[in-house]
Antibody
Framework: QVQLVQSGTEVKESGASVKVSCKAS????????VHWVRQAPGQGLEWMGW????????KYSQNFQDWVTMTRDASISTAYIELKRLRPDDTAVYFC??????????????????WGQGTLVTVSS | QSVLTQPPSVSGAPGQRVTISCTGS?????????VHWYQQLPGTAPRLLIY???IRPSGVPDRFSGSKSGTSASLAITGLQAEDEADYYC???????????FGTGTKVTVL
């Protein structure tokens, strides 16, 4: 079964850092980019960036590039996002999603076809 | 602030047809980038509903359909059912931002 399973809820204080994991199974991890999406409470979806799970290269949205780092460990099929210098307004659910590129073995070209269940990060002041 | 605009809410009685618009610009939908739609049930992760403008993944009922024209796209739900009550998001790519972008989201309420 193709799936992404994320790590559990995190509660942090302002100024701290947190690292959320996203473990892939059921497919070749390095064949697909992983994207990260944020959803603040009661708000919409916001794209944060992607990581090339093969090379480790990452690209970030301008809104996040100064305080987010995306990495991966291909040996355990896991992608990570580290959020630094957390503030209360970073409280949100963070989703990872598999990107189906034209060169990958999937049908939904250029869409996010598989999503993790989400990880709630709560930041207290 | 999202570059893809959707109505905040739409509603309809069971069995009715509702449509959700997704309005973009010449740097995203108008630049011929594909539009995809996601359904998010309360408390769950989004799931892919429509890809490449009008294609349904396996398992998505045929009462969901998508279309795209110019700088806009639409999602239609015909024969509305109670289980369709959810948030819906369009998604594309923006060449000016060089970012993937989501719509503002639409809450569908079944009356």
């Amino acid at each position: 079964q193709v799936q992404l399973v994320q790590s559990g809820t995190e509660v942090k204080e302002s100024g701290a850092s947190v690292k959320v994991s996203c473990k892939a199974s059921g497919y070749t991890f390095t064949g697909y980019y992983v994207h990260w999406v944020r959803q603040a409470p009661g708000q919409g979806l916001e794209w944060m960036g992607w990581i090339n799970t093969d090379s480790g290269d990452a690209k970030y949205s301008q809104n996040f590039q100064d305080w987010v780092t995306m990495t991966r460990d291909a040996s355990i099929s896991t992608a990570y996002i580290e959020l630094k210098r957390l503030r209360p307004d970073d409280t949100a659910v963070y989703f990872c999603a598999r990107y189906c590129s034209a060169s990958a073995n999937c049908y939904a070209t250029n869409a996010f076809d598989i999503w993790g269940q989400g990880t709630l990060v709560t930041v207290s002041s | 602030q999202s570059v893809l605009t959707q109505p905040p809410s739409v509603s309809g009685a069971p069995g009715q047809r509702v449509t959700i618009s997704c309005t973009g610009s010449s740097s995203n939908i108008g630049a011929r980038y594909d539009v995809h739609w996601y359904q998010q049930l309360p408390g769950t992760a989004p799931r892919l509903l429509i890809y490449v403008n009008n294609i349904r993944p396996s398992g998505v009922p045929d009462r969901f359909s998508g279309s795209k024209s110019g700088t806009s796209a639409s999602l239609a739900i015909t024969g509305l059912q109670a289980e369709d009550e959810a948030d819906y998001y369009c998604q594309s790519y923006d060449s000016s931002l060089t970012n993937y972008v989501f719509g503002t989201g639409t809450k569908v309420t079944v009356l």
